[in-house]
């Protein structure tokens, strides 16, 4: 199966010059869905995970699946004011700008083995401000997966080192 085939360009969106890389149709064919989740399994090389951590919000949507695949629990990291126990946040810059994620600082235990998921690596700084947020609760990355890569951005040079598992490279 060849995931390209459900991966839609979307040209000038969300702004001029940019070509959004929509995984909808992906989401829509559970064939697809089912292959690129064994995909990121296989990819584990067998990698003892504890939890799954998803990244708001589309990051939820395969972080769950894997999540449920491996038997193990899901953790959402979402934008302010979105948990609603305490937490503990993580800014970071963008292009133009910065924001901030939350996670629920008692949902990732000291030496809990980490599987961090989101859709899409672009410049890195959400993922990155991600690992942060899970170093600080004591977790251990064990993988970061994305589906799509946008390999000209080198946004894993923001990535803990040989951790970093796409599925598309663009």
Known sequence: MQLTDYIR???DFPKQGI???DITPLLLNPEA???AVSEFIKGLDNKPVDKVVGIESRGFLFGMLLAKALGV???PIRKPKKLPGKTISQSYDLEYGSDTIEIHEDDVQKGDRILLHDDLLAT???AAAACQLIDKLGGEIT???FII???VLEGRKHLPKDKVNSLLHY
Request: glycine share 14%; net charge negative.
């Open 9 to 11: 360009t979307i040209p």
């Open 19 to 21: 070509s959004y890389k």
């Open 33 to 35: 869905c089912e292959f």
């Open 73 to 75: 629990g899901f953790i």
């Open 124 to 126: 890195g700084g959400t």
């Open 143 to 145: 993988q970061v997966n």
């Open 149 to 151: 890569e946008l390999d």
